[in-house]
């Protein structure tokens, strides 16, 4: 549940919040199991990476933004008045906020420390793709890497110890790259901005439903507003968990957009071995995986989506991350794994075996800068 939650606890609205998300699960897996495979049949390769792009950053402002006029309308019609510019002002501000202080607690976090060689590939990699190049940070963890920073604390790309030692250079400037692009693409601050539509949703909700279940003790007429209104509530609390899983899917597509960032630095094929390493990597390493999925900057890593895709041809006898001789195998192997499409809809990064796909498809002219 968003941050701040706890302004407006209490049992009777927690537990409605509870039942709206829950039918909002359930109405997505239908979706998600049903008529998502269809509609991603029928349109795949008909829109290109961008205008996927423009249609879902326009959904979730367009959409979101008519969801939020209309519980308003709606609940003004009961007589109840929200008081939205100081909510949504609260929303901003909190993010605002997180947004500034976020690299310090990051630092923080993760004490990384300089290394001349990772610098190094920051810059060969940044020079390539015409970029300011930000500062490198080796950092403790499983393998991963990760973009962060703002205009006051200055621009970082971080890397695990574990992901530098494991992968050879041409897939480590692969990775850089990747994290170039989400820092050339203004990742974070475009899905904070657009993360915004379901956090003011979801607190309209929850103030909803607070003053229905709260004034469900008066007269016939009294109860059935106040059971108008906990309508309208649970209503705007699905509405705001479908608005966050579109966000999701926003997300997603930017991870696509950083790939091809990756693949525009370093080429096609590093790409595809440094995200197939990491992927069979986390295969064999439960208690990795464990870690990444419960950081709470897993959104911010390049590698976070770890159960989406099945992959039972390694099951048993693989005892580690493959060399060069056969990585290449393996990423042919990776790009015909199921993909769960449940679990892709509900998560912030694409299956490795779409990335995988997706990067056959990249040309390099395309995505240039």
């Known amino acids: 549940m968003p941050l701040g939650f706890w302004l407006f606890y209490d049992p009777l609205t927690m537990l409605a919040v509870t039942v709206a998300y829950l039918a909002g699960f359930v109405v997505l897996q239908v979706l998600a199991s049903r008529v998502a495979p269809v509609v991603a049949a029928r349109v795949s390769g008909r829109l290109g990476l961008y205008t996927a792009m423009l249609l879902t950053a326009g959904l979730i402002v367009v959409g979101g933004g008519l969801a939020i006029y209309g519980v308003y309308y709606a609940a003004a019609s009961a007589g109840f008045r929200f008081p939205l510019a100081w909510m949504a002002g609260f929303v901003a501000a909190a993010n605002f906020v997180t947004y500034l202080l976020s690299p310090w607690m990051i630092r923080l976090a993760y004490r990384g420390r300089e290394d001349p060689r990772l610098q190094r590939l920051v810059d060969e990699a940044a020079a390539r793709a015409g970029m300011k190049p930000p500062r490198a940070l080796l950092v403790e963890g499983p393998p991963n890497a990760f973009a962060f920073g703002n205009f006051l604390a200055g621009r970082y790309v971080a890397v695990t ?46 103030s909803l439903l607070r003053a229905g279940l709260w004034g469900a003790a008066g007269d016939r007429e009294e109860r059935g507003g106040a059971a108008y209104l906990a ?17 999701m899917a926003f997300s997603r597509l930017r991870e ?20 197939a390493r990491i992927h069979l990597y986390y295969a064999r390493a439960p208690q990795a995986l464990n870690r990444v999925e419960s950081s709470s900057l897993k959104a911010l890593f390049i590698y976070a989506l770890v159960e989406a895709a099945a ?4 099951s048993g006898g693989w005892g580690g991350v493959p060399g060069s001789s056969d990585i290449d195998l393996w990423v042919e192997r990776l790009k015909h794994a199921e993909v769960d499409p449940v679990q892709e809809l509900l998560s912030d990064h694409p299956p490795i075996p779409k990335r995988l796909r997706f990067l056959d498809r990249v040309e390099a002219e395309v995505h240039r800068p």
């Open 231 to 247: 309508a309208l509530g649970l209503v705007a609390v699905v509405l705001s968990f479908i608005m966050q899983v579109v966000v």
């Open 311 to 314: 992959s039972p041809f390694y």
């Open 161 to 206: 110890r574990s992901l530098y030692e494991m992968l050879p250079e041409d897939e480590l400037a692969a990775v850089i790259g990747h994290e170039l692009g989400h820092h050339r693409h203004r990742d974070v601050v475009v899905i904070m901005l657009l993360g915004l539509v379901p956090s003011i949703l979801y607190y309209m909700g929850v």
């Open 256 to 275: 696509y957009y950083a790939d091809a960032h990756g693949a525009y630095v370093a080429g096609k094929r590093p790409m595809q071995r440094a995200l």
